[in-house]
């Protein structure tokens, strides 16, 4: 069956190891197997949801774009496009805001992690942030959407909303889209606290991975990253209690597309300073020629501005029709 496939990533800067084997690595598979028709959009509004400083936005648009690109994603094959460009994402998202319940929303655990003990204080938009991304995936006829776990819950509240949605107006306007989470590392942990999401925010630069990172900088974090003291697990029951170990042995099997418990055998028992050569060397010779793909892209503003507009024009030509039925089913006027 032909997949319709979305996803998105926020041009938040500081893209790390775990978008990339959470997200774009998955990305890029996608798009080269046959017959799948992929989307994949820079989601700054999204990112807007906390607050960006407007002088580095547009380079962190720029950024994002050239990590797709830089990763193997192609724009021939390919919608690639950024958010804001297309406003049926924005007139989506307030119409299925009139689908969704108070009470799913509650639920969303992001939120209350995003939010802390200042909820009161956020954006309304962190709040309202996942009936956009349903407008996202819906607006495409996703069927389905690559994405880390930490989204899985987000992805469930826009099956939620496409079922709400097909069953108030007896429809069947949207399929419902299934989450695709693959590869190894669907959970990269950060590098100084195996019990904490690898992420963009994470105040230390030692804590992640970044996809602009140089070869002497992979191999400086990945020497320093957080160990116990214990040779390394021999079993994946005893890996699992071990979230440091754990971590970097599914890095490992990603970045080398084996399973983990290929890795466990070849390294089990062993020390870490000998593992973690390895990784490093491994991890330098799989991102390396992305950063350096990504920074020759950087320098050339022109060509990662036309990228998105072509993608712009592709994303709404599929867009709109969609929105156009979407209107027509709720009885609205749209000239
Ligand atoms: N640590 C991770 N492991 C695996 N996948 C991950 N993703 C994010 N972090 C990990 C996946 O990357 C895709 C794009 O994510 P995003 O741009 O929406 O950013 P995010 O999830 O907000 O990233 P951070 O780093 O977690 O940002 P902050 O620090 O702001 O919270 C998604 O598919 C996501 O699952």
Redesign the pocket.
């Known amino acids: 069956m032909k997949k319709k496939i979305f996803?998105?990533?926020?041009?938040?800067g500081?893209?790390?190891?775990?978008?990339y084997?959470?997200?774009?690595k998955n990305f890029v598979a996608l798009q080269n197997e046959k017959d799948n028709e992929c989307v994949y959009c820079v989601?700054d509004l999204?990112a807007i949801t906390?607050k960006q400083d407007p002088k580095v936005l547009k380079d962190n648009i720029r950024e994002?774009t050239a990590a797709f690109l830089a990763s193997g994603l192609d724009y021939r094959k390919s919608i690639i496009f950024n958010q804001s460009l297309v406003p049926a994402h924005s007139e989506g998202s307030w119409i299925l805001g009139c689908i969704a319940r108070m009470g799913w929303l509650n639920r969303m655990t992001?939120f209350k992690e995003?939010a802390g003990k200042d909820k009161e204080k956020v954006s309304v938009g962190l709040y309202i942030y996942p009936i956009l991304m349903a407008a996202d995936i819906l607006l495409y006829d996703s069927t389905h959407v690559?994405?880390?776990?930490?989204?899985k819950q987000h992805l469930e509240l826009t099956r939620d909303i496409a079922q709400k949605f097909n069953n108030d107006f007896k429809t069947d306007i949207f399929p419902i889209p299934e989450p695709l989470i693959l590869g190894e590392?669907?959970?990269?942990?950060s590098l100084r606290d195996g019990l904490k999401?690898?992420?963009?925010?994470?105040p230390s630069d030692y804590s992640?991975i970044m996809l602009s990172d140089s070869e002497d900088e992979i191999v400086k974090k990945i020497k320093k990253a957080k160990t116990d003291p214990l040779p390394l697990p021999d079993n994946l029951d005893d890996a699992k209690n071990r979230p440091e170990a754990i971590n970097l042995l599914t890095i490992y099997a990603a970045l080398s597309d084996q399973e983990i418990g290929t890795v466990i055998s070849e390294y089990g028992g062993k020390e870490f300073s000998q593992f973690k050569n390895d990784l490093g060397e491994l991890a330098s010779a799989k991102l390396s020629p992305i950063s350096v793909e990504m920074n020759k892209l950087m320098k050339d503003e022109n060509y990662l501005d036309s990228v998105i507009i072509k993608g712009k024009e592709r994303a709404i030509n599929v867009a709109d029709p969609v929105l156009n039925k979407i209107y027509e089913i709720i009885g609205l006027f749209r000239g």
């Open positions: 996803s998105g990533v926020q041009p938040t500081n893209l790390h190891l775990g978008n084997l959470g997200a774009i989601v999204h906390v994002t992001q995003k690559p994405v880390g776990e930490d989204q590392a669907t959970r990269v942990m999401k690898m992420s963009k925010s994470d992640r």
